[in-house]
Structure formats: structure tokens, C-alpha cells
């Protein structure tokens, strides 16, 4: 079985989501039971856990954004 890519919203993005859009991007996931992962960064500008969701999941959410 192949598991789908998993990405954090800086991988899809390319620049940093913000807390804002973060957390409506988790509720949202959240609240359709779409399945994501934890992720521990550390780099120069945060360190901390970040939010890993499936790349179709985001490419869906960001369609009419």
C-alpha cells in the first residue's frame, strides 16, 4: 500500500502559513476526519511541532482559495 505524500502547509505553500490560516487548515481537517501527522522542526526561525496533512487534502482546500 502506498501511503499518500504528507506535507506541512511551508512545504505547500512556501512561505509560512501563519497561525490564523494554520489553525483554520486543522479545524477544517479536523472536522472532515482528514488523517495527519505531527512533526517536530527545529531551524532559525521556529522550533516546535508542526501539522503534516495528505497533499490532495491541500490541493482541495486551496482550489478556491
Given amino acids: 500500500m502506498c501511503m499518500e505524500e504528507m506535507l ?3 512545504d505547500y505553500l512556501g512561505k509560512a502559513a ?14 472532515n476526519k482528514i488523517p495527519v501527522a505531527i512533526k517536530e522542526v527545529s531551524n532559525p526561525k521556529y522550533k516546535g511541532k ?3 496533512y495528505p497533499k490532495s487534502f ?3 482546500y486551496f482550489e478556491d482559495k
Fill in 18 to 31: 501563519g497561525k490564523e490560516l494554520g489553525a483554520a487548515v486543522n479545524n477544517f481537517a479536523k472536522a
Fill in 58 to 60: 491541500l490541493e482541495v
Fill in 50 to 52: 508542526i501539522m503534516m
Fill in 8 to 10: 506541512s502547509l511551508y
